[in-house]
């Protein structure tokens, strides 16, 4: 192995952000070598990745695929370690081998995981956006005092991470955080009450998985984003404003004290802002669409409505309040997205129980890990326990 390659490992490489990273990697195999990946239960993809990338080092996180994986493992032709659950997302993102950690997996389970290789002084190529949202103070407090880099990968907080680049602690005034509106833009509330996750997963311009382009549909996407802005950037979330952008081609915007404005714009592909966290502070030659702006001719702003969207408001409300209202919004969020796709509740209802989980929730203004864990579980249990 080359000295001067960076050593990867992606917790989440059969997602949509972990394959966008693989493909990454392939158009660089002298820059890139993969130590470790992970699946919940797509072996078939995580079998053809183990054959193309060599990794020394899989996770399987449901247990079930995990006891059948086991007896192919040997069709691969050499030896790697393969381990199951939360425990082995650990053991990956433990390594002191790897000199950055992508953190694609979706959801809560991508916190301890994380916090563990921030402990390693691992740069962390941040995709989960629950890390920040959960226990953004802690994880922050961690990397300061482990010498971590975080470099986020959304393409909203890539855009943000860019153009602060070179301004040497210039002091934000406002961050504008774009969102593309989701596929129910300009829709009145009356024509959500019924809407099916089939409406929902229709997303104009981004191809993601189906938990986040559900929160898309539902502006918490936009929400979650707002808050793990707050960490990334030390900003309050008055000085953050959500700028409703159909096109998708300014990712974000920055504006400073004197009253400039400095955007990053580029056509819609995560690959982008992918590549951009596994080569800072270098850029280097891709072969992505380039943006023609002649093509698209205009650019429009509108203001979010979160009359209509009311989980971007329930997010800025917890954000605001603090301590564990955060952990409340994430955790529910999750079970009911999840219900929605199974077909079980309504789109509404994700906003309403919601709230009605942050109000009845034991808030804690200081947590620590181990009161974030509990409430995260609390939560879930309260959601399945009212929706039965």
Known sequence: MSINKKVISILGSTGSIGTQTL???????????????????????????????????????????YKDFLNKKEDFGYDFEVHTGLD??????????????????????????????I???????????????????????????????????????????????????????????????????????????NVSKNDALKHPNWTMGQKITIDSSTLMNKGLEVIEAKWLFD???????????????IHSMVQFQDSTVMAQLGCPDMRVPIQYALTYPKRIESSFERLDLFEIASLTFEKADMEIFPCLKLAYDSLKHGGTDCTVLNAANEILVQMFLNDEIGFYDIPKYIKLAIDKHQFIEDPSLEDILNTDKWTRDFIKKTLK
């Not at 005034?173 to 509330?189: M, V």
């Not at 900003?235 to 081609?249: L, M, N, T, W």
């Open 235 to 249: 900003v309050d979330a008055d000085d953050i404003i959500v700028h409703v952008h159909p096109q998708s081609i």
């Open 88 to 117: 082995g997302l650990v053991k990956i993102s433990s390594s002191k081998t790897i000199d950055t950690l992508i953190t694609a997996v979706v959801g809560m389970i991508g916190l301890v995981p994380t916090i563990q290789a």
């Open 119 to 193: 402990k390693n002084s691992t740069t962390i190529a941040l995709a989960n956006k629950e890390t920040l949202v959960t226990a953004g103070k802690i994880v922050m407090s961690e990397a300061k005092k482990h010498n971590a880099s975080i470099i986020p990968v959304d393409s909203e907080h890539s855009a943000i991470f860019q153009c602060l680049n070179g301004e040497n602690g210039n002091k934000i005034d406002k961050i504008l955080l774009t969102a593309s509106g989701g596929p129910f833009r300009g829709k009145k509330r009356a024509e959500l009450e």
């Open 23 to 65: 493909d990454v990697v392939r158009k660089n195999p002298e820059m890139f070598k993969i130590e470790g990946i992970s699946t919940n239960k797509n072996i078939e993809l995580l079998s053809e990745q183990i054959h193309e990338f060599k990794p020394s080092i899989v996770t399987i996180f449901n247990e079930e695929t």
